[in-house]
């Protein structure tokens, strides 16, 4: 019996594919963003564009936009097995048409989605997609990422400026919000951020969401740069300048909830597709939002995708992943009977945990040099281990722990200091289990906690000398680091999204000296690499006395690989000067004062003091060698030897 000869299609690039579709039914579909969505194509020598979502338990879909009228019946689309994806090609649309899907329930009800694929989406308070065509941005950052792949964080300073983009600076005057577009504020952050010396910018709230006050947090369109800045194209041209600058960029990515509005993810074929079934695991009862079901390969598919799309598509240098600790914890923000335990009995949400290993291990196996936050507030071990280890795989941690002790420290006044002093010292018991930062961000400026300068004791000048030292120590501590806009020039409100920073108080003098002293911690910690390259290794720190409770003094070095240009800090978190005061050092070596807290130009009284300062023999703080310095009223010293 001959065989039988069958002609087999050939797939189009922008269709969906047998193999497509196994991919993604396995969640491994990395580039699925490249088919689901709105993608703009050829047929028959007829241009459109070919429209593709995932609604499984839909009973119809059809595309409705302006290119026929809003008519839910008039471009139906094609369901394909076996995942439930629909599809279809409608000659005619045109880039920047408006659509929705319109989605027929298993009840015979009809609801109306925006894409969670799409690109683009309307200027709110609009919900609908936009068509756009984002394959072709213009990029010229190729030695950026040359020299990313072989980057790695642990050897290398990292001080991030988290910036939430729509105020930090605002057009004044202006009836449409004024905000800076995209390439408006790819000019200004590159002058200040380079000015200042940090080293990435962190940028809040950058996915498409509805509603100004959630600060990004409550996303409704993954995949799509928010209209509030400018085009998909306007971004690219932000990360791209950024980058040609030498500044990476570190978005904040948020796969742990999303919000119940009607257009975005939630039930969004009827049934709750993206999120878990069951209320006890699929919502947050504080947020009022809703917990996707990590356990779907299909929702595993869409959020590895996503983080890729804004790595690889999009070049971004990683991604600060929001609320780690409400993925890993099932009981996270519920009481007894809110939640529902794992098979063992346990409250660890397996598969979230199975999630952050995938993500991990493909995000930066496939992009070497990028990394990967975890904002993760508990002791949940390992976030930063192997995940053949046993552990998470990310490439830093935020330092909660050591966030929570230093804040409530500085609060504190001076004259208290002595009874919580362990607080400042207690970091460094952990400090080599993870790959840390060092946070003060935008979390400890809101919700009534003050800004940094107004949580200090004391008034006026008090305030800001405290502060003063508090960053010195942050900077000196093992970590990396991170601090929100504003606070560096000692911002005295509250951050509101609703207004720019208080920019007008560098006007004054104590406004201008901080962010002077700021500035140069910044030069500081980049130009030496004592202060980064063996952040977590414990031979890159040495305590020279951290019991000096009484005085509420501490000093300590951190060490270079090479054993060249260490440092020696000096930090007096009191009022009162110690003009007999004397540091033990580890070396007979000559120690040369590089920062002086003191110093006119950061408001202190300026008495002159020598610049090299040579050791004796005499026993200081259990070391056999020991020199005396001056110190002033919340003194700062940093000594090079």
């Known amino acids: 019996m001959g065989r039988k000869k069958t002609m087999q299609k050939k797939v189009q690039s922008y269709e969906i594919g047998e193999l497509d579709q196994y991919l993604f039914g396995q969640g491994t579909h990395y580039e699925i963003y490249k088919k689901l969505g709105a993608h703009k194509a ?24 302006e290119f026929n009228e809003w008519d839910f019946g008039a471009d139906y689309m094609e369901r394909q097995e076996p995942v439930g994806i629909y599809s279809c090609f409608i000659p005619g649309v045109k880039e920047g048409d408006l659509y929705k899907f319109c989605i027929e329930t298993e009840q015979g009800k009809r609801i109306f989605k925006a894409d969670p694929f799409a690109n683009y989406a309307e200027m709110r308070p609009g919900t609908a997609s936009r068509v756009t065509d984002i394959s072709h941005l213009t990029w010229s950052d190729h030695e950026w990422l040359e020299a990313r792949e072989t980057w790695d964080n642990k050897n290398n300073p990292m001080s991030i400026y988290e ?41 809040m709230g950058i996915a ?22 400018g085009t998909p194209e306007d971004f690219a041209y932000l990360v791209n300048y950024l980058h040609r600058n030498k500044i990476g960029v570190i978005l904040d990515w948020v796969p742990a909830h999303f919000p119940r509005d009607a257009h975005g993810l939630a039930d969004f074929d009827g049934t709750p597709t993206f999120e878990y079934g069951d209320p006890k695991k699929g919502e947050h009862p504080d947020w009022g939002t809703k917990i996707f079901d990590y356990g779907k ?15 690889e598509h999009y070049h971004v240098d990683g991604l600060r992943v929001d609320a780690v600790a409400s993925m890993l914890y099932l009981d996270y923000g519920k009481q007894d009977g809110q939640w529902v335990p794992n098979k063992h009995g346990g409250n660890q949400n397996l598969e979230a945990i199975a999630f952050f290993k995938h993500l991990n291990s493909v995000v930066l196996g496939r992009n070497h040099g990028a990394v990967m936050i975890a904002e993760e507030s508990t002791a949940w071990p390992k976030v930063t281990g192997d995940p053949e280890e046993g552990g998470l795989g990310f490439s830093l941690k935020w330092n909660m722990g050591w966030m929570h002790d230093f804040t409530e420290y500085m609060k504190l006044d001076p004259l208290f200091r002595k009874n919580a002093h362990y607080q400042m010292s207690f970091s460094m018991e952990y400090a080599y289990s993870e790959n840390y930062i060092l946070v003060l961000s935008h979390d400890e400026v809101v ?22 030292v508090g960053y010195a120590f942050m900077i000196g501590h093992p970590g990396k680091k991170l ?28 406004h201008r000296q901080i962010q002077a002293f700021y500035r140069d911690l910044l ?19 040495e305590w020279i006395n951290k019991d000096d ?6 000093s300590f070095v951190r060490h270079s690989r090479d054993g060249k240009r260490n440092l020696l800090f000096v930090c007096n978190f009191t009022p009162m000067e110690r003009p007999d005061y004397r540091v033990g050092v580890p070396r007979r070596k000559q120690y040369k004062l590089i920062l002086d807290g003191d110093d006119v130009k950061y408001g202190g009284k300026g008495e002159e003091k020598p610049a090299i300062y040579k050791p004796e023999k005499k026993e200081c703080d259990g070391r056999k060698y020991s020199f005396a310095y001056p110190l002033p009223a919340y003194g700062v010293a940093v000594f090079e030897f």
């Open 42 to 65: 050829t047929v028959k020598g007829k241009e459109g564009v070919y429209f593709a979502v995932w609604a499984p338990h839909a009973r119809r879909v059809s595309v409705i936009g």
């Open 483 to 510: 601090l929100f806009m504003g606070q560096e020039f000692a911002q005295l409100r509250e951050w509101s999204e609703e207004r720019e920073l208080d920019w007008y108080l560098l006007a004054e003098e104590p």
């Open 523 to 541: 030069h500081l910690y980049k130009k030496n690499k004592a202060l980064f390259e063996l952040d977590t290794e414990e031979e890159g720190f």
């Open 297 to 311: 390969p299909e929702v595993q598919n869409f959020l590895i995708a996503n983080a890729l799309f804004w790595i």
């Open 163 to 203: 910036v939430h983009m729509g105020s930090w600076m605002r057009h004044p005057g202006r009836e449409d919000e004024g905000f800076y577009t995209y390439r408006e504020f790819a000019k200004s952050i590159v002058d200040y951020v380079k000015d200042m010396g940090y080293t990435h910018v962190e940028l």
């Open 447 to 468: 919700h009534l906690k003050c800004s940094m300068v107004n949580k200090m004791p004391g008034l006026g000048f008090d305030k800001f000398a405290n502060l003063k």
């Open 549 to 554: 409770t009484f005085r509420s003094i501490f």
């Open 208 to 229: 498409e969401h509805p509603f100004d006050g959630s600060w990004g947090y409550q996303v409704t369109g993954y995949y799509a740069p928010t209209s509030r800045y």
